[in-house]
């Protein structure tokens, strides 16, 4: 059974619910974004949890008006609720232009909306409680949306890593192979804010990290490992240091003249660590990748001198990008 429900919500709401259904990677077949399917998992990963919390504000703001003798327990539940459905009702979105969403459901998401229906209306409209549990949503960091989203990955994911169990699944990142990994931790980029599993590839013996939202089909066998202790520090500096990728680190030199290292400063999205400095030239223990990454957004600021590999690559980075705005010109 399938229903359909007319949603009003504040356009920016809209906007930013957009931004995390794209960053989540819920799309359609046409690659456009699936807003329907992410609010889907939504509704069902986070309605309890925002249910539990309403309720235990409710029975805080309770607590605190029954010190009033003067004060009935009906005047207490009404004023309660008064400034939960009026008052606590968050204004982040102003009176800007609302947006309508048609929220298409079944199974478990049927199921929700069904029990806020029943249940949960007695002083707001259908559209007001989606509202202000949309609203609660978007007030939670970004690593601990995609927990919510993605919950029962993440509930798998930490019953593999305590009890030390060899797991297998797919990513949508690496679309076709089926990888068998040995689960250590979960960390979270700072710069991001998304989860990866930290582990090791169960046929190579190499460290590996998987962004968790591109997970799937996430199996925990029978089959257990023993932690290895050395794997565990090496995991645990990744994690710290940029928990993305688990490609080794390389030293490297780079010069950068003074709008450079104004740069440097006010770049600080996946900025690499220094691990010294001597007047326009910056050492770093990095991975190659990340590095490169972040450095050929500087062009002539910033040069990477050392190691050769770096240099050849930035190289042909920036000769394809001429070749191109050449042919660009000829059109």
Not at 119 to 128: D, H
Not at 262 to 286: A, L, S
Request: charged residues 30%.
């Amino acid at each position: 059974m399938t229903e359909k429900y007319k949603i009003y919500i504040p356009e920016e709401m809209r906007s930013r619910l957009m931004n995390d259904a794209e960053l989540f990677e819920f799309t359609k077949n046409d690659g456009s974004v699936n807003l329907n399917a992410f609010l889907k998992e939504l509704l069902v990963n986070y309605f309890d949890q925002y249910r539990e919390a309403k309720k235990q504000l409710l029975d805080t703001i309770l607590s605190d008006l029954s010190e009033y003798s003067s004060i009935t327990d009906t005047d207490a539940g009404a004023i309660a609720d008064k400034i939960i459905n009026t008052y606590m009702r968050s204004g982040e979105y102003g009176s800007g232009r609302n947006a309508t969403i048609t929220l298409t459901v079944s199974g478990r998401s049927l199921d929700v909306m069904s029990s806020i229906e029943n249940n949960m209306l007695a002083q707001v409209s259908l559209s007001q409680y989606i509202n202000d549990m949309l609203s609660s949503y978007l007030s939670i960091s970004r690593s601990n949306s995609e927990m919510i989203i993605f919950r029962d990955t993440f509930e798998d994911l930490n019953k593999a890593i305590k009890s030390n169990r060899i797991i297998t699944f797919s990513s949508t990142s690496s679309p076709g192979p089926v990888f068998t990994i040995r689960p250590y931790m979960i960390a979270t980029s700072k710069e991001e804010q998304c989860n990866y599993l930290l582990c090791t590839d169960d046929r190579f013996w190499q460290p590996r990290t998987f962004r968790i939202s591109r997970i799937r089909a996430l199996y925990l066998t029978a089959d257990r490992f023993d932690m290895n202790e050395k794997t565990l520090q090496e995991l645990k500096e990744i994690a710290r240091r940029n928990p993305q990728s688990a490609s080794r680190n390389i030293e490297a030199k780079v010069v950068m003249n003074d709008r450079g290292i104004h740069r440097f400063h006010m770049i600080t999205k996946n900025r690499p660590d220094v691990e010294r400095r001597e007047g326009n030239t910056f050492y770093f223990n990095w991975p190659r990748r990340q590095l490169e990454d972040y450095f050929v957004r500087f062009g002539k600021d910033a040069v990477i001198v050392s190691p050769p590999e770096c240099i050849e690559s930035l190289k042909a980075f920036y000769g394809k990008a001429l070749d191109a705005y050449r042919r660009a010109e000829k059109q």
